[in-house]
Each structure stands twice: as C-alpha cells, then as structure tokens.
C-alpha cells in the first residue's frame, strides 16, 4: 500500500483477501470514499456484506466457481471535505476535492428498473451515473474511467456496446474525452443486468490539470473495432500523473485475439501490452498502484503465479478474480493504475 499526499490530500488504495469469518479488514486511517468487493453469492450472504451501508459507497460482485478467495478493494482518503451522494435511498458516491480539481467518485450505479431489458438497463446505468454527477456540478464530460460489470456478459456484449455507443453520441461524448473503461462478467446480489463505477474529474485550475486519451502503441483503438473506450487515461497535476489503463487483454494490433486457447501466451502479451503503455508514459511496474487480473477461470490462477514469480512481480499491489472477460476466446483481461510524481 503506497499512501500519496498531493494536492493537500492524502489518498491510497487498498486491496486483498477477505474472509467470511472475519469480513473485510477495518480501515487504519483515513476514510472509505470507494468499496467493491468480489465472492461467490453464497459467500456474500452469508458474510451479510452485500447490504448497502449508509455511509460507505460500495458494491459486492459476485460469480465464479469460489475457488479463488474473495477479494475487495477501496480507496481511502484524508485531509479532504467528503460529501456522499445518494440516489433511491442508497450512497452511490462521493465527492470531494484537492487544490488542482473536483472529484466524484460513483460506485455500484443500477437501473432502477430490473424487469428492463438489458439494453435499458445500461441506458438507464449511464443516465443514473450522469444523474448523480449533477450533485457534484458536473457532467458526464467529466467522466475518465468506467467500471461495467455485466451479469451474463457473453450473451449480450454487441447489444451492450450498441446502448453504451447511442448514449456516447447522445452526449456528444466523442466529441470530447472517451473514458478508459472496464467491462467484465460480474453479476451481482441485486440481479440487475449491469451496474457501474466511474470516476469524474472537473479541473479548479484548468492551466494546472492536464486529462488526456493514451494509445497503446501494442494495439489498434478500441474505437475501431466498435467498441467505445480509449486504451488509458492519465491525469497530470504539477506534482504528479496518474495513468489509469483500461482493462487490457490479447487482442491483436487489428482488433482479433491472439494466442486463442493458450493461457501463457494470452498472459504474456496483455501484459506486454500494458508495458507497453506503462513504457510510454515514462512509467514500469515500480509505479503501479492497483492492478486487477480477471481470469475466465481459476484453473489459469498457477500459469498467472507463474509469470509473476518469474518476473520478481509477487508483491505487485494486485487482486485476482474469476470474471467472463468480453469474448468467448479470450482467457485473461488485466487493468492498472500508475502513479509518476512531477
């Protein structure tokens, strides 16, 4: 766990394993703006962490055989004015702010309609993450990073994109900033069809705060092969930037998969891929400060502990889930935060 202090805030991210004996460790110091979680259903309940905790935003997702152990993840801050934001009787952000910029953070958007259709339930996720920015002053232009997390994912993936796609250009989103994005096979204790995360960023001093689209020079953008999300986004201030890289997997530099059926060989170049990334920026491994990898099964978990092992990356700040990645051939998808002082 690295704990950073810029802007006059100090913040970090915490993440491991939980049990249901002894439920999530306590936070040590600061104060919870962002919680998800990850176990089998049963384990959830019987854990009774799913519930909504009235000054905590957070989400428990669950699927998966059990195999691997359940895992959470938040981020904690101090030294800030937090004010949550609530929606249909539930937290489903906070919001607060440092010397440079505004932030909201947005966990565990649902649609308030679960007889919906799948498609109006993703339409109605992205209007509820915009709904809930009005709270903080801002909109969905301010929107840098997604979280979708899709019960069923493989049954409805094109649909999917075809809502998120009609709602981007009803907001004129490709006009401006296309978040990096995650969207994973996780279902969740509500049965909703979809439910989200975001983060939003409104500058205080825009000469002073830089966002911007990173490419992965491994790979084509994701927009041409009609799915809306750019590779990464990094945040600059003048005493740091943040890169955050979307969930990455082994796509090809056209859009194809590579590597189909072979786990090591699917590993190995998502991870080369986001080096790649990392690489551009002037960043490695050293500057990470949360990695997730999702694997479509936990069978893969000793071909994974392999590569780390080898690579002297054990201690890496990472979780493991067993997640449905978007198509049916690939095996792994891997998504990174990266922080580089100015």
């Given at each position: 766990?690295?704990?950073?202090?810029?802007?006059?805030?100090?913040?970090?991210?915490?993440?491991?394993?939980?049990?249901?004996?002894?439920g999530v460790p306590q936070v040590v110091r600061g104060r919870t703006i962002s919680q998800t979680g990850w176990a089998s259903r049963e384990q959830l309940l019987q854990a009774s962490v799913g519930a909504k905790d009235p000054s905590v935003p957070q989400l428990w997702l669950c699927g998966g055989s059990g195999e691997l152990p359940p895992v959470y993840q938040r981020y904690v801050a101090s030294g800030a004015e937090m004010r949550l934001i609530r929606r249909h009787g539930c937290v489903v952000g906070t919001a607060y702010h440092d010397d440079f910029a505004e932030y909201c953070l947005l966990t565990g958007v649902l649609p308030p309609d679960l007889t919906a259709s799948r498609e109006a339930q993703t339409t109605?996720?992205?209007?509820?993450?915009?709904?809930?920015?009005?709270?903080?002053?801002?909109?969905?232009?301010?929107?840098?990073?997604?979280?979708?997390?899709?019960?069923?994912?493989?049954?409805?993936?094109?649909?999917?994109?075809?809502?998120?796609?009609?709602?981007?250009?009803?907001?004129?989103?490709?006009?401006?900033?296309?978040?990096?994005?995650?969207?994973?096979?996780?279902?969740?204790?509500?049965?909703?069809?979809?439910?989200?995360?975001?983060?939003?960023?409104?500058?205080?001093?825009?000469?002073?705060?830089?966002?911007?689209?990173?490419?992965?020079?491994?790979?084509?953008?994701?927009?041409?092969?009609?799915?809306?999300?750019?590779?990464?986004?990094?945040?600059?201030?003048?005493?740091?930037?943040?890169?955050?890289?979307?969930?990455?997997?082994?796509?090809?530099?056209?859009?194809?998969?590579?590597?189909?059926?072979?786990?090591?060989?699917?590993?190995?170049?998502?991870?080369?891929?986001?080096?790649?990334?990392?690489?551009?920026?002037?960043?490695?491994?050293?500057?990470?400060?949360?990695?997730?990898?999702?694997?479509?099964?936990?069978?893969?978990?000793?071909?994974?502990?392999?590569?780390?092992?080898?690579?002297?990356?054990?201690?890496?700040?990472?979780?493991?889930?067993?997640?449905?990645?978007?198509?049916?051939?690939?095996?792994?998808?891997?998504?990174?935060?990266?922080?580089?002082?100015?």
């Amino acid at each position: 766990m690295r704990r950073l202090f810029y802007g006059g805030v100090a913040r970090h991210q915490e993440m491991g394993v939980w049990t249901v004996d002894r439920g999530v460790p306590q936070v040590v110091r600061g104060r919870t703006i962002s919680q998800t979680g990850w176990a089998s259903r049963e384990q959830l309940l019987q854990a009774s962490v799913g519930a909504k905790d009235p000054s905590v935003p957070q989400l428990w997702l669950c699927g998966g055989s059990g195999e691997l152990p359940p895992v959470y993840q938040r981020y904690v801050a101090s030294g800030a004015e937090m004010r949550l934001i609530r929606r249909h009787g539930c937290v489903v952000g906070t919001a607060y702010h440092d010397d440079f910029a505004e932030y909201c953070l947005l966990t565990g958007v649902l649609p308030p309609d679960l007889t919906a259709s799948r498609e109006a339930q993703t339409t109605a996720v992205f209007e509820g993450i915009e709904d809930a920015l009005a709270d903080a002053g801002m909109t969905f232009a301010n929107v840098v990073r997604t979280w979708l997390y899709m019960d069923n994912i493989l049954d409805w993936y094109d649909p999917f994109n075809r809502a998120r796609d009609a709602f981007f250009r009803s907001r004129a989103v490709y006009d401006g900033l296309v978040p990096a994005s995650t969207g994973i096979g996780s279902a969740n204790l509500y049965r909703s069809a979809i439910t989200a995360c975001a983060i939003a960023i409104k500058p205080r001093q825009p000469s002073a705060v830089t966002i911007e689209p990173i490419p992965s020079p491994l790979q084509c953008a994701a927009l041409e092969y009609g799915s809306s999300f750019s590779r990464a986004v990094e945040i600059g201030t003048p005493e740091c930037r943040t890169l955050m890289v979307s969930g990455t997997a082994s796509i090809e530099p056209g859009g194809a998969t590579a590597h189909v059926d072979d786990v090591p060989r699917q590993i190995q170049l998502t991870m080369d891929v986001i080096e790649a990334i990392l690489a551009s920026r002037g960043m490695g491994w050293r500057n990470v400060t949360r990695a997730i990898m999702y694997l479509k099964k936990a069978a893969y978990m000793p071909e994974w502990q392999e590569w780390l092992r080898t690579r002297c990356l054990e201690r890496l700040p990472l979780i493991t889930i067993e997640a449905d990645v978007c198509r049916d051939d690939l095996l792994v998808e891997v998504e990174v935060d990266a922080i580089k002082r100015a």
